[in-house]
């Protein structure tokens, strides 16, 4: 028996192989989670690192090899009415979710000097909008009375500062805040809410020279792994975690900034 037999996860952001959403995914089924994930192929292939198109379909197979119910959905976070539109297909398919994990986001480059509003608003819309509405839509339907689980992915804005990502650090910023307040909030009604802060994950964008850089930061020698964070993440979940609320979680090996 799974430690989390029964349950009903959403993860969003699942879209590669090698990706965080895709370890957070193989993490919980294997726990015997049921999952419904989230992709968004347009976004990915805009990226520098590479993807095939059919990735979310084989992590979807991949995920039902450990014998639990796997569904998924393209899905802009952009569209206002992502979350209903989400959230719909979730109950309709697999059932009343108890877990929500906001592991999308939206990063471009850019400081003072070339941001503009436009690339604000999708950083915005993505990493802060969404991620509110959806533990909003996810909070006011728990009927459960326990074990609702959310769980926020951060960048450990509060740790240091990320010179060219000036969009990406200040609305990922503001999921600390979210978090710390929205636990304080849904508390009576059974849900737990947390962040977790992978740092520097080799997810596929890292060259080795970047690897090999990063590796002298981190006292351990080596960079963090996707399945470092989604094992965290599985924890908060369960409930071994369920006294821990709204915690800022920096998981990232003692990374030296």
Not at 170 to 183: H, N, R, S, Y
Not at 212 to 239: C, N, S, Y
Request: charged share 20%; hydrophobic share 40%; proline share 4%.
């Amino acid at each position: 028996m799974g430690t989390l037999d029964g349950k009903i996860a959403i993860v969003t952001g699942v879209s590669r192989l090698r990706g965080i959403g895709a370890a957070i995914c193989k993490e919980l089924a294997e726990a015997g989670c049921q999952i419904f994930f989230t992709y968004w192929t347009d976004y990915d292939e805009q990226m520098s690192y590479q993807i095939e198109v059919n990735e979310p379909l084989m992590i979807k197979e991949k995920l039902r090899q450990s014998g639990v119910e796997v569904q998924c959905m393209e899905l802009d976070l952009r569209d206002i009415l992502a979350p209903e539109k989400l959230f719909k297909e979730v109950v309709g398919q697999l059932g009343d979710p108890d877990i929500l994990i906001n592991n999308a986001a939206y990063s471009s480059n850019n400081g003072y000097t070339t941001l503009t509003a436009e690339e604000l608003d999708k950083h915005y819309f993505v990493n802060v909008r969404a991620t509110m509405l959806l533990s909003n839509h996810f909070a006011q339907a728990f009927r459960k009375g326990s074990g609702g689980r959310i769980i926020n992915l951060t960048s450990g804005q509060s740790q240091g500062p990320m010179p060219g990502e000036l969009a990406y650090a200040t609305t990922k910023g503001a999921i600390d805040a979210l978090t710390v307040t929205l636990a304080q909030e849904v508390a009576p009604l059974g849900i737990t809410v947390n962040a977790v802060n992978p740092g520097p994950t080799n997810s596929g964008w890292m060259t080795e020279e970047i690897k090999q850089d990063l590796a002298a930061k981190f006292p351990l020698g080596r960079v963090g792994e996707p399945e470092d964070a989604a094992k965290v993440i599985k924890f908060l979940v369960t409930e071994d975690a369920a006294w821990m609320t709204g915690q800022v979680i920096h998981s990232e090996g003692g990374f030296i900034r």
